[in-house]
């Protein structure tokens, strides 16, 4: 079982560096430190909930079952600190979300305080690692620390599984997506654990024994359970961020034949970024390159060469849009090759062309070096043909 929920916190603990932007960004942001907050409690829950934890924790202070009031305070934290992320979520008068957030902490503090002194109250001599639960759940003061944390677990699910149904019913996209993903992780919570813990202490209550519900089926139910329930958390702040960088892998590899066709001119700061840098720098030094270059050509761009390309593009049936993007390349191409003709490119300046200083309107944005770089195979070959040399 130790395997099963050091995966589990292993899982939390890879979100919570994913989604941790640093000291300073955190502290500004309240959602994103109390999203790191919650998913890197979610880790300690399962790391400390671990048998193998747990007798090392036993085994360190010199006290039998030492490890389950700290457990159980850990959770009570969890508990609390997805309360505070949902609040957080949710949004609205930062004085409102202050004093929800402080009454949560309050009632969660207290909880914690009381599962220590009824620990400290109780006699529980004997150390298990599985089975506390029922073991002692007939025992005096250790049976009111059971139920205080499985309380203070079940209130947390039942808010925020209320509180996500009536969110979900008024939001779309991801934000719904991940809402429903907390959903079923907290019903799975719910359902896997704390019902099979209940189930498990009161048949010990009546005399019976059902320990394997909260033994065998319990445990890797509810590392199920918050793994979904966190992704539903996780997921909608980091898919964004991903596709922005899927995207911009994909751009970067679209403006590679512009690159290709006007890195001889282009004097923006070296070296490239390294291949382990994120797609996002990795974009903005190649547009920031390339529109280094295209500023060198600028005096060499001929409107003949375009209008040319441009009539030949509209003829073919192109639309007066795409004329004019392959219109742009059309110049872009034939000034790049009269500066691979020229022995310092700076004299382009000096060149005698029929535009002069022609501004580019794909230039604007990303989406706009794209389609120039698209339209680059679109050039008629006749553009060769007007170059002045």
Not at 95 to 116: H, K
Not at 188 to 205: H, M
Not at 251 to 277: C, G, N
Request: charged fraction near 15%; hydrophobic fraction near 55%; include cysteine.
């Amino acid at each position: 079982m130790s395997l099963v929920v050091y995966v589990a916190a292993a899982v939390f603990a890879a979100a919570a560096l994913l989604l941790f932007p640093g000291p300073r960004t955190a502290l500004r942001d309240p959602l994103t430190a109390s999203t790191c907050v919650a998913v890197a409690l979610g880790a300690c829950c399962f790391a400390c909930s671990a048998p193998a934890t747990l007798g090392a924790v036993n085994e360190a202070t010199g006290i039998p079952n030492f490890g389950a009031p700290m457990t159980y305070s850990v959770i009570s934290a969890y508990s609390a600190s997805l309360l505070v992320l949902l609040i957080n979520w949710r949004g609205g008068h930062p004085d409102r979300i202050r004093r929800m957030v402080t009454r949560i902490v309050a009632a969660y503090g207290l909880l914690i305080a009381a599962i220590i002194v009824t620990f400290a109250l109780a006699d529980a001599p004997t150390e298990r690692l599985r089975d506390l639960d029922t073991y002692y759940a007939r025992t005096p003061y250790m049976r009111e620390m059971i139920v205080l944390y499985l309380a203070g677990h079940a209130v947390c699910a039942v808010i925020m599984i209320v509180v996500c149904l009536k969110w979900a019913r008024t939001v779309t996209g991801l934000l719904r997506w991940g809402l429903w993903l907390i959903i079923w992780g907290l019903v799975l919570d719910a359902i896997g654990f704390e019902l099979a813990k209940i189930i498990a202490v009161v048949a010990r209550w009546s005399g019976g024994d059902l320990d394997w519900l909260s033994t065998t089926v319990a445990p890797p139910t509810a590392a199920l359970g918050a793994v979904i329930c966190s992704a539903g958390f996780v997921l909608p702040r980091l898919l964004p961020a991903a596709h922005a960088h899927w995207r911009s892998i994909w751009d970067y590899r679209s403006l590679e034949p512009l690159w290709a066709e006007v890195q001889a001119v282009a004097t923006a700061p070296k070296p490239a970024p390294s291949w382990w840098q994120l797609p996002k720098a990795r974009l903005q030094w190649l547009e920031l390159s390339i529109h280094d270059a295209l500023l060198q050509l600028a005096p060499a761009f001929d409107t003949a060469v375009g209008q040319a390309a441009y009539d030949e593009a509209t003829a073919l049936g192109r639309s007066p849009k795409e004329a004019r993007v392959i219109s742009e390349a059309a110049m872009v191409a034939a000034a790049a090759r009269k500066a691979r003709h020229l022995d310092d490119s700076t004299a382009l300046a000096d060149q005698d062309v029929t535009a002069g200083r022609y501004r580019l309107d794909a230039v604007a944005d990303t989406k706009g070096l794209v389609q120039l770089a698209q339209a680059l195979p679109h050039v008629p070959s006749a553009d060769e043909s007007r170059i002045h040399h």
